[in-house]
């Protein structure tokens, strides 16, 4: 059973970096594309970053700059390292991935796994 178990939230001050880790387990397979998607209260869900598994990332217009995922292999974890944070970013930020994909993971609509979200608080 595959599992995505977030950690690394916490509440920081304008300006201040913090950086999320997704360990993912349950699957044997190299081909992965995973994404980090935050969502605040009265706010619609928002992709924020995503990669695949030659490394190819893209970010959302928000984020791009201050954000950076990645991954290690070895480990089946994916970061977000945040940086610049600033209280827009306060939200509930969840970790997604889809294995064995066909096509492109830029292409892709929709995720099967989730993990549980861990909340990040930025205040001014």
């Known amino acids: 059973q595959v599992q995505l178990m977030e950690s690394g939230g916490g509440s920081v001050q304008s300006g201040g970096s913090l950086r999320l880790s997704c360990a993912a387990s349950?699957?044997?397979?190299?081909?992965?594309?995973m994404a980090w998607f935050r969502q605040a209260p009265g706010k619609e869900r928002e992709e924020i970053a995503r990669?695949?598994?030659?490394?190819?990332?893209t970010y959302a217009d928000s984020v791009k700059g201050r954000f950076t995922i990645s991954q290690d292999n070895a480990k089946n974890t994916v970061y977000l390292q945040m940086n610049s944070l600033k209280p827009e970013d306060t939200a509930m930020y969840y970790c997604?991935?889809?294995?064995?994909?066909?096509?492109?993971?830029?292409?892709?609509?929709?995720?099967?796994?989730w993990g549980q979200g861990t909340q990040v608080t930025v205040s001014s």
């Open positions: 990669i695949d598994n030659y490394d190819w990332t």
């Open positions: 349950g699957s044997a397979s190299s081909r992965v594309c």
């Open positions: 997604a991935a889809k294995f064995s994909y066909i096509g492109s993971c830029s292409l892709l609509t929709n995720f099967d796994y």
